[in-house]
């Protein structure tokens, strides 16, 4: 791990003539006469090595890796699930989806979506006196008892669910027979998008009018990004940009935004009272070949409990608290970014039980122990494929897909993918192996037993169905009557 003291943190120390812990440096933030800012910007099936500072090749993310080098980049960052709205569910609520019954992604016009009952990022902070918005895509509930501003937010703009579920999308509309995407603004269908071209600079612009006009209160600022999820789409100031195709160009927009985010923050004043967080719903669809990113040295990719499924870039800067350059390799998830904004603003945890845990402290290079004892990673229908357990991850036998050996899709349209079945349990040692290639669970009995009885516990609590096992502490999903 690489750490470097900054300036304010020496100004922290010499202020209270110790040194803080910091819990009590978030208390100081939080005393402050303005409470922190937070911004998520989340992409959509972007792979681990789809960034500069993870290694991308072919084009450029000068922005994205600028925030790098002024914050934290974690190695070990897990999506909630492999699939977008589960992951989103896990994300807002700090909850294992399964926890809150949302096992896939919504279909249109499906009557279901997140449980109004749970407790969002926006719906904790809005006590607090944060103005709350999201620009972006949603996907959690496209009725309107289901939409953002029954969730907490303010203002929302921008589209239901995935940006593929149209009928111009040629493996999408035949199939599902679905209407014209709409473009909402806080309920009310603006448009029907036919181009999505330009809807990363609208969102774009959005976030950053919201910056400005929201300078003088707390804010927590929601930037939900379609791309790169297929069909493709950018604008023709990054169309032919970079070596890598339209999926290169995309990705270079994408970093042009979250610059222009940053910018509207350091123009304002607000850089240093910003948390900045920028990740991805889940890894790359890799059935889309060209279209697709990459999750190079990962093994697999979306829908899967593979690494790179759910293992994402992840970097976040907030100046008052993580030190410069920082590089944290201690397993963080998506869980557990509520109780982190919790423990950071002062917000209040839900009574209900939640699964995340705040991770402050790892974040800061200041610990470098998690939280969480095991990362369980679910997919789908509640089934437990496999867990995390510190260096360890092992996969009970399941069916999973693979594109390895078959044809690559190209140009937007998709290869066929393979599927393979998992006929016993299989044990990998992630820091010597993290591209999951040797399975050693024949020469580690104790580590497989541990993991065993970690898996029965949560099964016991939320349920798997592989195993036909109900869970006692799993809540409803919303559905209309």
């Known amino acids: 791990m690489k750490t470097r003291i900054s300036s304010i ?24 006469e303005k409470s922190p800012n937070i911004i998520l910007i989340l992409t959509d099936d972007q792979g681990y090595a789809d960034l500069g500072a993870f290694g991308a090749k072919d084009f450029e993310t000068p922005h994205i890796d600028q925030m790098a080098k002024e914050g934290a980049l974690l190695t070990q960052y ?13 994300i807002l609520t700090g909850c294992y989806p399964n926890r ?3 096992h896939n992604a919504f279909m249109p016009e499906a009557k279901k979506g997140l449980n109004p009952a749970e407790l969002t990022i926006a719906e ?8 709350t918005a999201i620009y972006g895509k949603w996907h959690l509930g496209d009725a309107p008892e289901f939409l953002p501003n029954q969730h907490g937010f303010d203002d929302y703009f921008g589209i239901p669910y995935s940006n593929d579920m149209w009928p111009l999308h040629p493996q999408q509309g035949p199939v599902f027979n679905f209407k014209a995407l709409p473009l909402l603004e806080n309920g009310q269908v603006l448009d029907t998008l036919t181009d999505q071209s330009q809807l990363t600079t609208q969102l774009t612009q959005r976030a950053v009018s919201f910056i400005t006009d929201k300078k003088d209160q707390p804010f927590f600022l929601y930037v939900a990004h379609p791309q790169p999820h297929v069909p493709l789409y950018v604008s023709e100031k990054f169309k032919g940009k970079s070596k890598n195709g339209l999926y290169g160009d995309v990705i270079m927009e994408l970093d042009w935004s ?3 985010i940053l910018k509207a923050l350091k123009d304002n004043g607000l850089e240093e009272d910003t948390l900045v967080i920028f990740t991805s719903d889940n890894g790359p669809w890799l059935a889309y070949g060209n279209h697709a990113g ?5 093994r697999e990719g979306k829908g899967t409990a593979w690494e790179g499924g759910q293992r994402e870039p992840f970097i976040v800067k907030y100046p008052r608290l993580i030190p410069p350059e920082t590089v944290v390799e201690v397993p963080v998830m998506g869980i557990d970014m ?4 919790a423990a950071l603003t002062g917000g209040k945890l839900p009574k209900h039980p939640i699964d995340g845990k705040n991770v402050l402290d790892v974040l800061s290079g200041n610990s470098q122990e998690s939280p969480q004892e095991a990362y369980f990673f679910y997919y789908r229908v509640n089934e437990l494929f496999g867990v995390r357990y510190g260096d360890w991850k092992m996969y009970f036998p399941h069916r999973y897909r693979t594109m390895a050996g078959q044809p690559q899709g190209a140009d937007g349209l998709p290869g066929q993918y393979a599927f393979i079945d998992i006929q016993e349990i299989e044990l990998y040692h992630l820091p010597t192996d993290e591209a999951e290639r040797t399975n050693v669970a024949q020469f580690h009995p104790e580590v497989v037993n541990k993991i065993q009885s970690l898996a029965a516990d949560m099964r016991l609590r939320l349920g798997d169905a592989l195993t036909g096992q109900m869970g006692t502490e799993t809540r409803a999903l919303g559905i209309l009557k």
């Open 338 to 341: 509520l109780p982190t904004v």
């Open 258 to 260: 979250v610059g222009e």
């Open 294 to 298: 990459s999750a190079a040295p990962l």
């Open 100 to 102: 809150i019954g949302i």
């Open 124 to 131: 904790m902070l809005k006590p607090l006196g944060y103005a």
């Open 9 to 32: 943190w020496l100004f922290l120390f010499f202020l209270t003539g110790c040194k803080q812990t910091p819990a009590e440096v978030a208390n100081i933030s939080n005393n402050r």
């Open 78 to 90: 897990y999506a909630p699930q492999a699939v977008c709205s589960a992951s989103r569910a896990g």
